[in-house]
């Protein structure tokens, strides 16, 4: 007989999820403070915090940096979660522009309700001081701003961006940042920096569309790897991969992919860089999502890991702050010098403007305020959509949960047609990303992506409900 009397943290805890079940604190609701729970509850004030943090660990809870613990809005509901990926072991050659194109023009149509394309919408960003910052730089120093810049970006950005990479363990100098034209350019870089056409990259899968693009026009191909939509990369699967085939580059999502929402544990980082390093092959990942964690702390990317030299890191601010400034960089450490000849050749040098308001932005410390904001929302908006999807979607849809990022990935049963549904969607003014898109090998016709980058209305939960109708309606035919 379990005789076992529960601690008081256990107590507290218990009391929580009782409250959360019956409706009692809805999704969402900020907790009385630790120390106000102490006093409420008459246990010390390290008790308080031990119950938060257990339930914190289960998914209960979410801690917001300066604000408190919050009931997570994250839907525990009845939908499982995809499948992990399991593709062709061998390397494919990359045939996606046309699809890739249409798929762009489309997402950019205002008509349509946008669930297509994985960019936060202005209106929710919000970054009007932002915007404001460029104005006056533009207005007070317009004329001196309106020069070529430095080949490795302006000064006052690359020191801001070596400040945040402090936060995660990573020491950076100024130098060793190269501002870009988004994230984007610096893959490029990085793939031409290491890879020469013909060569195999070895890339998540399903994985973003844009990155397959770049690799079909740099003439590379893609070596899709076993993916889980929680955990990442199957790495003892690539460890057998790696013993048969030769690559040239390996290619990953620091956190919460696209489109999967998948973040590998930080133990599966520092081995899979072991992996890599024992075959000698360069790690480029790219970190886009990385600011948009709903967590207590932010995941570190594989640079900052132990064996994490031997990687290019890529990141930008459009994911998170401003797409349209088309600003971001990338940190090449022993490719350095290939990766600014690039730079070089490519694009001289990145707009000056841009890097000056968003340098002036970062040294305020409202991105950091703005961060706790768009978190927020994206969460908030991610289980909106789950529950959204579950109501209205086919029985058997399974949806992605990521913990960070504001993309959806679904699977609906063996022999739906994502592409039948795409056009049926569009002809009733809604845009979502076919899954078939994500991979090299045109796999995943029965997925799809959906994004949550626009503030939540009426209308995006009309379109939701209409797709899933459709689904319906494509499955019993």
Not at 85 to 109: C, F, K, Q, W, Y
Not at 300 to 306: G, N, S, T
Not at 307 to 314: K, L
Not at 324 to 343: D, S
């Amino acid at each position: 007989m379990d005789t076992h009397i529960p601690f008081r943290y256990e107590q507290l805890a218990e009391l929580i999820v009782g409250m959360i079940d019956n409706g009692a604190l809805a999704p969402g609701t900020r907790l009385p403070s630790v120390r106000a729970a102490s006093v409420q509850h008459r246990i010390s004030i390290s008790t308080a915090l031990q119950a938060y943090r257990m339930l914190e660990d289960r998914g209960i809870l979410v801690a917001r940096p300066q604000s408190g613990y919050y009931v997570a809005v994250t839907h525990r509901g009845g939908l499982a979660l995809p499948s992990t990926s399991r593709p062709r072991p061998r390397a494919s050659t990359v045939s996606i522009s046309g699809a890739v194109a249409a798929l762009l023009e489309h997402a950019s149509n205002s008509k349509l309700v946008p669930l297509g394309c994985a960019v936060p919408n202005a209106m929710l960003l919000q970054s009007k001081r932002l915007d404001l910052a460029l104005a006056r730089a533009a207005r007070q120093h317009g004329a001196h701003y309106n020069v070529y810049c430095a080949p490795r970006g302006e000064l006052l950005l690359r020191r801001e961006i070596a400040k945040r990479a402090m936060r995660v363990g990573h020491v950076l100098s100024p130098d060793d940042v190269l501002i870009t034209s988004g994230c984007t350019e610096a893959l490029t870089l990085a793939l031409t920096a290491v890879a020469k056409p013909g060569d195999t990259i070895a890339i998540e899968s399903p994985t973003y569309f844009g990155l397959l693009h770049t690799l079909e026009v740099l003439g590379l191909k893609a070596l899709e790897l076993p993916t889980d939509p929680a955990r990442g990369v199957d790495v003892s699967a690539f460890a057998s991969l790696l013993d048969t085939e030769s690559v040239a580059a390996c290619v990953l999502s620091s956190n919460f992919s696209n489109p999967l929402g998948s973040t590998m544990a930080e133990a599966d980082k520092k081995t899979l860089l072991a992996l890599l390093a024992q075959h000698a092959v360069p790690l480029i990942e790219d970190d886009v999502y990385g600011d948009i964690h709903f967590g207590r702390e932010r995941p570190k990317p594989f640079i900052a890991l132990e064996g994490g030299s031997n990687t290019i890191y890529c990141s930008s601010f459009s994911k998170s702050l401003a797409p349209g400034y088309r600003v971001g960089w990338i940190v090449a450490g022993a490719y350095a010098q290939r990766v600014m000849e690039r730079k070089l050749a490519f694009s001289l040098s990145s707009p000056v403007l841009p890097q000056v308001a968003l340098a002036e932005f970062l040294a305020s410390g409202a991105y950091d305020a703005h961060l706790r904001r768009v978190r927020r929302i994206f969460e908030e908006n991610l289980a909106r959509m789950r529950r959204a999807i579950e109501a209205s979607f086919p029985a058997g849809t399974k949806v992605s949960q990521p913990a960070g990022g504001f993309v959806l990935w679904l699977e609906l049963p063996k022999g739906f047609d994502s592409r039948s549904l795409f056009d049926d969607a569009l002809e009733q003014g809604i845009c979502f990303a076919p899954g078939d898109v994500f991979s090299a090998s045109r796999r995943f016709r029965n997925c799809l992506r959906l994004s949550v980058g626009s503030a939540w209305n009426d209308r995006i939960e009309d379109g939701i409900q209409r797709l899933g109708q459709l689904a319906q309606k494509l499955l019993a035919r």
